[in-house]
T-cell receptor
Framework: EAQVTQNPRYLITVTGKKLTVTCSQN?????MSWYRQDPGLGLRQIYY???????DKGDVPEGYKVSRKEKRNFPLILESPSPNQTSLYFC???????????FGPGTRLTVL | EDQVTQSPEALRLQEGESSSLNCSYT??????LFWYRQDPGKGPEFLFT???AGEEKEKERLKATLTKKESFLHITAPKPEDSATYLC??????????FGTGTKLQVIP
């Protein structure tokens, strides 16, 4: 089944404790992206990747890192999480830019 | 500044009562406009892609249209299962995506 998977689905952590949210797609898509969704603000793009080793900032990249060492994986790294990073995070992939994006199920992160 | 604005924020319809959702945008270098449906706690689900003004797409009770400044999602004779949040997104420049904040639709039996 073609899909985007994210892990973990739920995470509660404390300020400053490094964490990684994994994202994997099995559709051989070139483009991958991370979003956060907050009430009243909608989905906002954090980082995106055009291909392996090619990543760039979205609209809200502060406090986040990403890497794309393999085409299928695009982990989101929070090296020192803060409470303002409490949010619902979505990973998405598409064959190319401007194509339909397929979203993962989401990761709900709480930073205490 | 690139912006995507959706209206209304919330819409309550009786089953069978047709209506339209609006997505207006001011972006440089529009590459495409997408409509998604999102159910609570789930990831957005793709509905339509529109690439040029004048384009229209239909799927069951939904029809999406695009002009140079806005897009409409028309819902004909909605059913309770159409209740969801509908999101509009634009690809801008070459690689970036901007979403609107969505319209929460409730269809009452």
């Amino acid at each position: 089944e073609a899909q985007v998977t994210q892990n973990p689905r739920y995470l509660i952590t404390v300020t400053g404790k490094k964490l990684t949210v994994t994202c994997s797609q099995n559709m051989n898509h070139e483009y991958m992206s991370w979003y956060r969704q907050d009430p009243g603000l909608g989905l906002r793009q954090i980082y995106y990747s055009m291909n392996v080793e090619v990543t760039d900032k979205g609209d809200v990249p502060e406090g986040y890192k990403v890497s794309r060492k393999e085409k299928r994986n695009f982990p989101l790294i929070l090296e020192s999480p803060s409470p303002n990073q409490t949010s619902l995070y979505f990973c998405a992939s598409s064959p190319l830019p401007w194509d339909t994006q397929y979203f993962g199920p989401g990761t709900r992160l709480t930073v205490l | 500044e690139d912006q995507v604005t959706q209206s209304p924020e919330a819409l309550r319809l009786q089953e069978g009562e047709s209506s339209s959702l609006n997505c207006s945008y001011t972006v440089s270098g529009l590459r495409g406009l997408f409509w998604y449906r999102q159910d609570p706690g789930k990831g957005p689900e793709f509905l339509f892609t529109l690439y040029s003004a004048g384009e229209e797409k239909e799927k069951e009770r939904l029809k999406a249209t695009l002009t140079k400044k806005e897009s409409f999602l028309h819902i004909t004779a909605p059913k309770p299962e159409d209740s969801a949040t509908y999101l509009c997104a634009v690809w801008r420049g070459y690689q970036k995506v901007t979403f609107g904040t969505g319209t929460k639709l409730q269809v009452i039996p």
